[in-house]
């Protein structure tokens, strides 16, 4: 008898104690523990690797963005590339906007293509490997000689929405060059837009002894809208036909950014077999 009061004396005890103990290590334990860990952290330097999908964002276009902004900043091209291009592209990032005339922007990055773009000693093999890949898609003539580092010049470009800066892209311009008088044109690729993250040409000018029927206009944009991977793609019909320096063109529009839209022109010089495709 006196053993089982005991007992039931210890139960009134203990169990009060308990549930105090788990009610003060309730309140003060996790106090407790943050402060052993921060024991551990502080004035210690501790390297953890991290992976996630934000890992080198970056803002990209699509190509129909691409082509409509390409095309926009090459109708803006007006100013000259003396005070505007030593102000522009020390970093898209720090490009004092308001003091840009116009919307859109062309101009000369001075601060040379980023790791992720084409390089200058890469530029002319990247220009003739797209150049294969046309001809073999039936858009470039294959008469079309490669591109001779010796004979051509290739500066590279911004392309900005001023407005909305965010949209940019950088832009190789191959050119024949200038400097040697009296070169031969025949065959040779004369001007060429290259987009410096995927090197795919966005318009180009090129000398040719095929004539503008056999050159097959609409099967050259549907293959190239494909090359670049164009969407939307609709017949157009040109305001005032008078505006165009040749009668042999087809017009083609693309959906571009927002409510905007890219008209891309095919052409053809015909004295001088000059076959051009451009988006301005």
């Known amino acids: 008898m006196e053993t089982r009061e005991k007992g039931e004396r210890w139960k009134q005890i203990a169990v009060p104690a308990l549930a105090g103990a788990v009610l003060l290590l309730s309140v003060l334990g996790p106090e407790q523990l943050a402060r052993y860990q921060d024991r551990g952290r502080l004035n210690r330097i501790t390297v953890e690797e991290t992976t ?16 409509y902004l390409l095309a926009e900043c090459l109708n803006h091209e007006v100013l000259p590339e003396s005070e505007l291009s030593a102000m522009t592209r020390s970093g898209a990032g720090n490009m004092d906007y308001e003091e840009l005339l116009g919307t859109y922007a062309f101009v000369v990055n001075r601060q040379g293509p980023s790791e992720r773009e084409i390089s200058e000693e890469e530029i002319f093999k990247i220009c003739n490997e797209e150049l294969l ?32 800066p965010q949209n940019n892209m950088s832009v190789w311009r191959v050119s024949l060059s200038t400097s040697h008088q009296n070169a031969d044109k025949a065959h040779r690729l004369i001007e060429a837009y290259i987009d410096a993250d995927s090197g795919k040409l966005y318009g180009f000018y090129v000398r040719t002894e095929k004539s503008w029927e056999e ?28 505006l165009e320096t040749t ?9 571009g950014m927002e409510e905007g839209s890219t008209i891309v022109t095919i052409g053809f010089y015909e004295g001088i077999h000059e076959l051009f495709l451009k988006n301005i």
């Open 133 to 164: 890949s046309l001809k073999e898609l039936g858009v470039m003539p294959e008469d079309v000689r490669e591109v001779e580092p010796a004979s051509y010049t290739a500066v590279l470009y911004s392309a900005i929405d001023v407005l909305e």
């Open 247 to 255: 009668s042999k063109y087809v017009k083609y529009r693309f959906p």
């Open 52 to 67: 996630g999908d934000s890992e080198g964002y970056r803002y990209t276009l699509n190509s129909n963005e691409k082509l």
């Open 215 to 242: 050159l097959l206009p609409e099967e050259i944009l549907e293959d190239w809208s494909d090359y670049l991977g164009l969407t939307g793609k609709e017949a157009y019909e040109s305001e005032n036909p008078l």
